[in-house]
């Protein structure tokens, strides 16, 4: 049994005290919610304080990005061991829009998850088409490219530390969301091709959630589908009740 994970993606919002609210909001509406996994995907700027006040608490913390280097001149990147530092788990990678704002390829994509995985991160590692590409017919070579690309290299134990998010680009934040029999077609085709990859045993522990206005009366449907483990949720990871409600759904 795959252990479902549900995962908050703040994007750039919530200052330190906004966050410390936030947080503390989180944890006591979730402290007894423990079937799921539950993650916070929280600004650079909030890791430190965020960290601090999930001590203790089953709630883990996520990063939304990671450079590859090590270390050296790379003005404002942040590294995999300077996250680990603050007590980062899981790090998102390639998310549509750094993808579509920030010139994210599949290639960068493969070399942050590489140095996350390195480092003892755990990366959730984004696909997505656009709309022009579903209604163009190119959906799964999209998602199959972006599979094959973001994880090449990975080998062995690699494939029992990766999360997918499959976010279809046309659902995020619009209020749009794909319907579970669309979302379910694809979570099993980047299951079936997970097993390619990594093997059928592998594959059928990989975690892989549905992103893309995930709220609390869609996010039980979509987490009841058999190949969907989860949800990346932006907007109502906002705030402590949504949030809740929505892993609550994963139960
Ligand atoms: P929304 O839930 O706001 O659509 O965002 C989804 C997302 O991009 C999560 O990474």
Redesign the pocket.
């Known amino acids: 049994m795959r252990k479902r994970i549900v995962a908050g ?1 703040w ?1 750039m919002n919530k200052t330190r005290a906004e966050a410390l609210a936030l947080v503390a909001g989180i944890k006591a509406e979730v402290a007894a919610l423990g079937a799921a996994e539950i993650v916070v ?1 929280v600004p650079f700027t909030d890791l430190d304080v965020v960290g601090q006040a999930l001590k203790g608490s089953a709630v883990q913390l996520a990063a939304q990005n990671v450079h590859w280097a090590e270390k050296g001149a790379f003005t404002g990147e942040i590294s995999a061991a300077m996250l680990k530092e603050l007590g980062v788990t899981y790090v ?1 990678i390639g ?3 750094r993808r579509q704002y920030f010139g994210e390829t599949d290639e960068t994509v493969n070399k942050r998850t590489k140095a996350a995985l390195a480092a003892g991160l755990k990366p959730i590692v ?1 696909v997505g088409e656009t709309l022009a590409e579903r209604e163009g017919g190119q959906m799964t070579a999209v998602v199959e490219r972006q599979v094959r690309a973001g994880l090449a290299g990975l080998q062995g134990a690699d494939w029992d530390q990766l999360v997918i ?1 499959y ?1 279809p680009v046309w ?5 749009k969301t794909a319907t579970t029999a669309q979302a379910q077609e694809v979570h099993a085709f980047i299951r079936q091709l997970l097993g390619v990859l990594a093997g059928a045993a592998a594959a059928a522990t990989i975690r892989i959630q549905y ?5 609390p009366d869609n996010a039980k449907d979509l987490m009841s589908q058999p190949d969907i483990d989860g949800g ?6 906002l705030e402590a009740k949504s949030f809740a409600d929505i892993v609550r759904g994963a139960l």
């Open positions: 993606n994007k995907g998102i998310h549509s829009e984004c998010a976010e659902a995020i934040g619009t209020g992103g893309g206005s995930m709220k990346l949720i932006g907007g109502a990871s």
